[in-house]
C-alpha cells in the first residue's frame, strides 16, 4: 500500500500533458467598457480559436468587429476575425451585435495562428479606435493544442498577385481592405490614381483631399466615388458639403448635374478590372484645383490629407448611411506625401467574405385603416429595408395606424381601396435647409423614391399620386414642384442589429420611440391627403422626396376587396396569386397555356407582356391584337431612339417571324435587325388577331441597360402594320412605355393609342393654314379688289396667321414627327421655305411705281400659288401618313380637306361668272399705300 502513492503521482506525471493538452489557456479580462457595455474573459483553446467567457456588447457601436494585429496593440492594420455561434456557424457581420453573458468563439483568419498575434481586441473601424482589448503573451500559450479543422475559411489573399503595384506608382493602405496607389504625371499637372478594395456588389470607394489643410475632415472635402455598375467602371467627382445623401445640392454630391453642381467633373482616363471580389479601378485628376467652389489641390512638396470611405451605392449615389457595413470613414488623421521617392508601403490585401442574404422581418401589415402616422427610425439592419430591397440608406419609414396605442412598423406593407380616401400625418422633417433631416413623404410609381434626386427628364418617367404639386414642366422635363407633405421630425432612435436570428419583436423591443410622446411634435404634423382614383395600379408606393429607399409597398384593390393574405406574402417578398391560389400570369399561346411570374397589360391596346426570371436570365413573352401586323418589346428603355426591340410579325406568306433590332433613327431605315440583346429560344406565333413574340435574354447585357429583380425597369413597345420584309417596318400605329418592377409582377403603362397627340397637332394646324387662310387670303385678293385697302388688310392678316402657324407646326414635325414618309417631309421642307419667303417678301415689297414693284409683284404671286398648291398636296400626303402610323384602312380622313378644296373651287367658279360684282385684279392693280395707311387708322365700320 506504500507504493500506492507513488504509482498514482507516477500516472499522474504520464498523463499530464494530456490533461493541459485538454484545457483551455486563460489570456485574460477584457478592460470593461461602460459606454457600449464590453466586458468578457478570454481564453485560448487551440492554436488558432480563441473563446470570450461572459461576453457583453450592448451592439450600438458602430462598424464594431473581433480583431487581432500582429503588435502588441491595436491597430488599423489589424485583421476583422470571424467568430462561431452556438450552432457552429461561422458569422462575419458587418458589425458586432448585441451579446449578453454570452460564450463566443473567434477563429483567427487562415494563415494566423495565436503565437504570430500579439493583440486581441474590440475594434471599430468607423471610429478606427479600440473600443477593449488585451494582449496576448506567446508564453501563456504553452500546452494550448494544435488546431484541428477549420470551421471558417477566410484566408487572407495577396493583393501582389491579383493586381500587382505598377512600376513607378506609390502605394499605402487605407485600412486593411482598402488601398490608394499614385503616380504624378509632370508632364500633365495631374496625378494617376488606382483604388483597390475588396468591396462587395453596389458599394463604392470614395477617395479625396480633405476639407481642411492641417487635418483628416469629411465635411467640404472634394472626392472621387468610384464604383462598379453592370460591367462599366465609374470614377466621379465629388464634393462634401454634408453627411447625408446628396439633396437639393447639399450631402455627398457630384459636382456636375442636377442633384449636385454647376461644376465640371475633371476625372478623367477611368479604367477598372475584378477579380475575386476584389475591385480596382484607376483614373486622373488635376494636381491643382479647377473649381474654385468643390475642388482642392493636391500638395506635391509635403503631406496632403485625405479624406476616404467605402459605402453603399444606388442609381449612381453614394448612400452616407446604410445597412451591410454601412459607411467605412477614418476618424484619425490620414494623410500622404504624393511628391515623395516612390516606395510601397502596401503588404496583403484582406479580402472579406461574401455574406449571405438575411431572410427579411415577418412585419405586420395595415389594412382597412385610413389615416396613418409616418415618423422615422432605422433601416432594420440585415433582416429590415436590405433585406427587402437589397440596398438601404440607414433610416426608413415606420408607419401606425392613427392611434395612440397602436405601433409602429418598419416599412409596412399597406392595403388601400380605390375610391377612398386616405390621410398620412407625417413626421419626416419640415426644414429643406437641413436636407439630412428633411423627409417629406409621397406616394409614387417609382419603388425607390427619392424624386429630388432624378433629373428633370426621369421625373417625367414618374407618376406621382400625392405628396407634390409641380410647378414647372414641360416635354423636356419637370423642373420646379413643391413637397405638400412635411411635418417637423419624430426620429424613432435605435441601433441596427446583424444577428440573423434576431426577430423583429426583439429588435421592436431595443427602439425608443419617446418622440411620440412630444406634443411640439405630434401637435404639428405635415398632413398627405390621397383619394385612391380608379385607375391606380394595383402597386404604387409610399416614399421620401428628397431620399431614396426610405419606403416599400401599397397594394390598391377595387373597393371591398382588401385580401389580407396577399398583403402578408407581398410583406414577406412572395408573389400574388388568385384566390384559388393559381398564378395571376396565365395566356395561351399556341394552343398551350402558359403560367408566368408577372404580367401587364395595357387596357386601351390590349398589349400584353409576361415574364419570368430564371437565375440570370429572364423569360419574356409579348403580344397584342395587330390583326397581322408587327408587335415590339425592349427591356430597359424609356424611348424608342436609340434602343434594341424584339420584334415579331407576319412576313408576306403569313409565316411568323421574330428577330432582335436596333433602333437607330425614327424611320424605316433605322430600323434593323441586329444581334445586340443576345436573345434565345425566340419563337412568334400567330393566334387569330393577336401577334405573339417570346425570347429569353440575360439579365445583365454588355452595352444595354442592366434588368434588375427588385429595380424600376422600364420597357419600350410598339404595335404596326404588317411589314412587306424583314427590313420594311412602317412607322408603329400604337407604341408606349411601361414602368416594372419585376419581382413584383406590376407595372404603370405609358400608352399612346393611335396617331401621337403631336401629329394631331400638327395636321391641325397644317390644315388650318393651307385649306382655309391661305386659299381665302388669295381669293379675297383676287375677287375682292373693290374693297380696297380693307382687302389687303384681310390678305395681309389672313397669311400672317397662316405662316405663323406653319411655322410652329414644321418645328413640331422636325422635332417628333416620323422620318418614314420621305414625300411629306421633303414637301414640307419646301413649302416651309416658301412661306418663310413669302413673309419676308410682304415684308420688304419695293414702293409703288418703283421700277422693280411689277416684277416683286409677278414673283410673289408665283410664289403664293405654287406654296398653295404644295401646300394642299401635302395636306393629302399628311393624312395618308397618319392614316398608316394609326393601322387604319378608312377613307374618313380625306373628307374634311376634300371638301374644304371643294369649297375653294367653288367660290372661285362663282365669282368668275359674275365678273361685274366680283372684278378679278389685274397685276398692275395694286392698293394704294397711302390708302392702307389711312385705314390701318380706321376703325373696321369706317373702313366698309
Known amino acids: 500500500m506504500a507504493s500506492l502513492p507513488l504509482v498514482t503521482s507516477f500516472l499522474f506525471l504520464l498523463l499530464l500533458p494530456q490533461l493541459l493538452a485538454q484545457d483551455r489557456v486563460r489570456i485574460g479580462d477584457l478592460p470593461q467598457q461602460d459606454e457600449y457595455g464590453i466586458s468578457g474573459t478570454v481564453y485560448a483553446i487551440d492554436t488558432r480559436t480563441l473563446e470570450i467567457e461572459d461576453f457583453n456588447n450592448d451592439g450600438t457601436g458602430p462598424a464594431v468587429f473581433f480583431w487581432v494585429d500582429r503588435g502588441n496593440s491595436a491597430t ?49 473601424e468607423l471610429a478606427n479606435a479600440e473600443f477593449s482589448g488585451l494582449r496576448i503573451d506567446a508564453d501563456s500559450l504553452e500546452g494550448v493544442p494544435e488546431a484541428g479543422d477549420s470551421k471558417c475559411s477566410t484566408p487572407p489573399t ?17 485600412s486593411p481592405s482598402y488601398q490608394v496607389r499614385w503616380q504624378l504625371d509632370a508632364d500633365n499637372d495631374a496625378v494617376n490614381i488606382e483604388l483597390v478594395a475588396s468591396l462587395a456588389e453596389g458599394r463604392y470607394m470614395g477617395f479625396g483631399v480633405s476639407g481642411a489643410t492641417d487635418r483628416t475632415s469629411m465635411d467640404e472635402s472634394d472626392i472621387v466615388i468610384a464604383y462598379q455598375d453592370g460591367d462599366g467602371y465609374f470614377a466621379v467627382d465629388y464634393h462634401v458639403s454634408g453627411r447625408a445623401q446628396c439633396s ?74 446604410g445597412d451591410q457595413g454601412g459607411v467605412v470613414i477614418p476618424a484619425g488623421d490620414v494623410s500622404i506625401e504624393f511628391g515623395r521617392t516612390v516606395s510601397n508601403g502596401c503588404s496583403e490585401l484582406q479580402v472579406n467574405s461574401p455574406e449571405e442574404k438575411a431572410e427579411p422581418f415577418e412585419r405586420p401589415v395595415f389594412s382597412n385603416v385610413t389615416t396613418f402616422n409616418a415618423r422615422i427610425g432605422p433601416s432594420g439592419g440585415a433582416r429590415g429595408v436590405t433585406a427587402f430591397l437589397g440596398e438601404s440608406w440607414g433610416i426608413a419609414w415606420y408607419l401606425s395606424p392613427a392611434d395612440p396605442d397602436s405601433e409602429d412598423v418598419l416599412i409596412p406593407v399597406i392595403g388601400v381601396e380605390r375610391g377612398k380616401t386616405y390621410r398620412f400625418n407625417v413626421y419626416g422633417g419640415d426644414d429643406p435647409d437641413q436636407p439630412a433631416s428633411y423627409h417629406p413623404l409621397y406616394i409614387t410609381s417609382n419603388p425607390k423614391g427619392g424624386f429630388n434626386g432624378l433629373t428633370a427628364k426621369d421625373r417625367l418617367n414618374e407618376t406621382i399620386y400625392a405628396g407634390i404639386e409641380v410647378t414647372s414642366r414641360n416635354e423636356s422635363g419637370i423642373f420646379e414642384f413643391t413637397p405638400t407633405a412635411a411635418g417637423p421630425i419624430c426620429r424613432i432612435k435605435g441601433g441596427d442589429p446583424d444577428d440573423a436570428n434576431v426577430t423583429y419583436e426583439e429588435y421592436k423591443e431595443a427602439l425608443d420611440f419617446s418622440c411620440r410622446e412630444d406634443e411640439s411634435i405630434t401637435n404639428n404634423a405635415g398632413v398627405l391627403e390621397w383619394e385612391v382614383a380608379a385607375d391606380t395600379p394595383d402597386i404604387v408606393y409610399y416614399q421620401c422626396v428628397t431620399h431614396s429607399l426610405l419606403g416599400f409597398k401599397i397594394r390598391v384593390f377595387d373597393e371591398g ?27 395561351t399561346v399556341n394552343g398551350e397555356e402558359v403560367s408566368f411570374g408577372g404580367c401587364v397589360t395595357d387596357p386601351e391596346t390590349d398589349y400584353s407582356v409576361y415574364w419570368n426570371i430564371n437565375d440570370d436570365e429572364i423569360d419574356t413573352l409579348f403580344r397584342a391584337p395587330t390583326g397581322g401586323g408587327y408587335v415590339g418589346f425592349g427591356w430597359g428603355y424609356g424611348a424608342m431612339v436609340p434602343g434594341n426591340a424584339v420584334i415579331a410579325y407576319q412576313d408576306g406568306d403569313g409565316t411568323p417571324r421574330i428577330s432582335d433590332y436596333q433602333l437607330r433613327a425614327q424611320n424605316t431605315a433605322g430600323v434593323r435587325p441586329a444581334n445586340n440583346q443576345q436573345i434565345s429560344d425566340e419563337k412568334a406565333f400567330v393566334d387569330g388577331d393577336f401577334v405573339s413574340g417570346r425570347f429569353t435574354r440575360k439579365l445583365v447585357v454588355e452595352g444595354l441597360p442592366t434588368l434588375e429583380a427588385d429595380a424600376n425597369v422600364k420597357a419600350i413597345w410598339s404595335m404596326g402594320n404588317r411589314p412587306s420584309s424583314a427590313t420594311s417596318l412602317d412607322q408603329h400605329s400604337k407604341r408606349g412605355v411601361f414602368d416594372f418592377t419585376l419581382s413584383e409582377g406590376s407595372s404603370t403603362a405609358d400608352g399612346e393609342s393611335g396617331p401621337p397627340r403631336i401629329f394631331v397637332v400638327h395636321a391641325v394646324f397644317m390644315g388650318l393654314s393651307w385649306l382655309f387662310l391661305v386659299p381665302t387670303a388669295i381669293t379675297a385678293m383676287r375677287f375682292l379688289k373693290k374693297y380696297n385697302p380693307v382687302t389687303f388688310q384681310i390678305h395681309r392678316a389672313l397669311n400672317g396667321s397662316a405662316v405663323i402657324l406653319v411655322f410652329v407646326a414644321f418645328i413640331m ?72 402610323i394609326g393601322g387604319s384602312e378608312s377613307n374618313a380622313g380625306y373628307i374634311v380637306p376634300g371638301v374644304a378644296l371643294g369649297l375653294y373651287f367653288l367660290a372661285n367658279v362663282l365669282m368668275c361668272l359674275f365678273p361685274s360684282q366680283f372684278p378679278t385684279r389685274e397685276l398692275e392693280e395694286e392698293p394704294d399705300e397711302e390708302k392702307v395707311l389711312v385705314a390701318d387708322q380706321q376703325t373696321p365700320a369706317q373702313r366698309l
Not at 411705281?849 to 406654296?867: D, E, L
Open 158 to 174: 495577396s493583393m501582389q498577385n491579383m493586381f500587382p503595384v505598377r512600376e513607378g506608382y506609390n502605394c499605402e493602405p487605407l
Open 76 to 124: 488599423s492594420g489589424g485583421t476583422r476575425a470571424p467568430y462561431i455561434d452556438d450552432a457552429g456557424t461561422c458569422l462575419t457581420p458587418e458589425r458586432l451585435s448585441s451579446f449578453q453573458d454570452q460564450t463566443v468563439r473567434i477563429e483567427l483568419p487562415d494563415g494566423l495562428t495565436l503565437s504570430e498575434i500579439g493583440y486581441f481586441s474590440i475594434w471599430c
Open 813 to 884: 414635325g422636325v422635332a417628333r414627327g416620323s422620318r418614314s414618309q420621305t414625300a411629306h417631309l421633303v414637301i414640307g421642307c419646301i413649302v416651309f421655305v416658301l412661306a418663310i419667303v413669302q413673309a419676308l417678301g410682304g415684308a420688304l415689297r419695293p414702293h409703288k411705281g418703283t421700277p422693280s414693284r411689277k416684277m416683286w409683284f409677278i414673283g410673289h404671286a408665283i410664289v403664293g400659288n405654287v406654296a398653295f398648291t404644295l401646300g394642299v398636296t401635302n395636306v393629302f400626303l399628311g393624312v395618308s401618313a397618319i392614316r398608316k
Open 248 to 321: 437639393s445640392g447639399v450631402g455627398v454630391c457630384p459636382d456636375t448635374g442636377t442633384a449636385g453642381g454647376n461644376g465640371e467633373d475633371h476625372v478623367t482616363n477611368v479604367e477598372g478590372e475584378t477579380k475575386d471580389r476584389v475591385i480596382r479601378i484607376a483614373y486622373s485628376r488635376p494636381i491643382a484645383a479647377q473649381d474654385s467652389d468643390f475642388d482642392k489641390p493636391i500638395n506635391t512638396d509635403g503631406p496632403t490629407f485625405l479624406s476616404w470611405a467605402l459605402g453603399p451605392i444606388s442609381a449612381g449615389l453614394p448612400r452616407f448611411h
Open 561 to 587: 376587396a382588401v385580401n389580407t393574405e396577399t398583403l402578408l406574402k407581398l410583406s414577406r417578398g412572395e408573389g400574388e396569386e388568385d384566390d384559388e391560389g393559381e398564378s395571376k400570369c396565365v395566356v
